[in-house]
């Protein structure tokens, strides 16, 4: 066990969060197009983790589509 634990461990994962408006309905957006982001305890704000398994390209799409999914919101 220690050695499996081990060898996940060393991977880093990172937490996001940032402010959006109208956070609810953003999160509904965003889970219909199968991008899955989380409430956090503050009010409006969004969090999503990155793996090691993600790259920039999938970062750059991640963003474009929220925009479009704020924009679309306002």
Do not use: C
Not at 17 to 24: I, Q, T
Not at 26 to 47: D, G, M, Q, T
């Amino acid at each position: 066990m220690q050695h499996l634990l081990g060898r996940y461990l060393r991977y880093w994962v990172t937490k996001v969060s940032f402010e959006v408006p109208e956070g609810d309905r953003i999160i509904k957006e965003l889970w219909r197009k199968r991008l899955f982001v989380y409430p956090s305890a503050i009010p409006n704000i969004i969090r999503f983790v990155v793996g090691p398994h993600i790259t920039y390209e999938h970062i750059d799409e991640f963003v474009s589509i929220l925009a479009q999914v704020v924009d679309s919101v306002k």
